[in-house]
């Protein structure tokens, strides 16, 4: 079974900070990777997603991630994040070969101040 | 505005109750998601649909079930609930099986 942990489930920053955020999953076979954002009150909002190709994926809002396939790793980056970037940030997997059924992480909380 | 809707926005109800929750997939998308949004469990998939056919099932309960009508549109029924019932329930729809997936705003329901 797939599982996805986010080992930051609170950051504060100030604005134009530089942001990033850890995703490590489990699965044994090829992946498809996703982050999503959830804005206050809202519903989620891909950010980016990785299926297969250039390692670096580069998401809205100036998002980009990496994936590392030798670490398990996705984390996304953010140069200089703003105020408006305040909002839980998701981490997701899909096995590449079949299903799409989305395993989340457990979010990471993000607040920038002024 | 993801193009996919959830009604109602809100609901709340009573123990032992049941509720039917509704989702329209945006234009062109065959495939619906529904998945559960709860303090203690996060987010966790529960059930998929394509074409009007079961597809994948997650951790849903027994007394949780899912249709895909013609139309596409789809329903979660939840059924003899109870007080950890209360969660926000997504929607999520994308064209076919493997795509990415794009979620509605939710119907948070209150258990009483």
Redesign the interface.
């Known amino acids: 079974a797939q599982s996805v942990s986010q080992h930051n489930h609170h950051v504060i920053l100030s604005e134009a900070a530089s942001l990033e955020l850890g995703c490590n999953y489990s699965y044994g076979g090829t992946v498809n990777l996703f982050w999503y954002v959830q804005y206050p009150g809202q519903h989620l909002q891909l950010l980016l997603k990785y299926f297969s190709g250039d390692p670096l994926v580069k998401g809205i809002k100036g998002f980009e991630a990496e994936f590392i396939k030798s670490k398990f790793s996705f984390n996304l980056r953010k140069p200089s994040v703003q105020w408006s970037d305040t909002a839980e940030y998701f981490c997701a997997v899909s096995p590449g070969g079949g299903g799409n059924k989305l395993t989340f992480g457990t979010g990471t909380q993000l607040k920038v101040e002024l | 505005d993801?193009g996919v809707t959830q009604t109602p926005k809100h609901l709340i109800t009573a123990t032992g109750q049941r509720v039917t929750l509704r989702c329209s997939p945006r234009s062109g998308d065959l495939?619906v998601?529904w998945?559960q949004q709860s303090l203690d469990q996060?987010?966790?998939?529960l059930i998929?649909y394509y074409n009007g056919e079961e597809?994948?099932k997650?951790n849903i309960l027994e007394r949780f079930s899912a249709q895909q009508f013609p139309d596409l549109h789809s329903e979660l029924n939840l059924s003899s609930l109870e007080l950890g019932d209360s969660a926000l329930y997504?929607c999520?729809s994308?064209p076919a099986?493997?795509?990415?997936?794009?979620?509605?705003?939710?119907t948070r329901l209150t258990v009483l």
């Open positions: 993801s495939s998601y998945y996060g987010l966790q998939f998929q597809r994948a997650g997504f999520a994308s099986v493997r795509d990415t997936q794009y979620f509605g705003p939710g």
